[in-house]
């Protein structure tokens, strides 16, 4: 199971770097929201969590921690939040510049 969340790790945030550098507008917001991601994922299996196991409030003396939960809860919240707002930005920069580069200027292809 390690093996797989590596591995899924991985693409994920080799997707995501790829597609922040295709310098493009909506393949930069998929690869920045990737990466969030991936991070919330290696966070969420940094935790350990086992199955089985009763939540915090229980008459067990083993239980799941419920940091990880919480920090993965707060981490999507915020990716939300960043997310909405690197739209936002990149709509008005897109309505200004008349071009979805995120330099603003056009290439040649």
């Known amino acids: 199971m390690e093996a797989l969340f590596a591995i899924t790790l991985g693409v994920m945030t080799s997707s995501g770097v790829y597609l922040l550098l295709r310098a493009r507008i909506f393949p930069v917001v998929m690869g920045l929201t990737l990466i969030s991601y991936a ?7 940094m935790g350990r969590l086992p199955t089985g ?3 915090v409030i229980g008459k067990s003396a083993e239980y799941g921690d419920p940091l990880p939960q919480a920090l993965v809860l707060t981490a999507i919240v915020i990716g939300f939040a960043m997310t909405a707002f690197v739209v936002v ?5 897109l309505g200004e510049l008349r071009s979805d580069h995120v330099d603003g200027r056009e290439t040649r292809e």
């Open 53 to 55: 196991m009763p939540a």
């Open 39 to 45: 991070v919330n994922l290696f966070i969420f299996s």
């Open 89 to 93: 930005l990149a709509l008005r920069g």
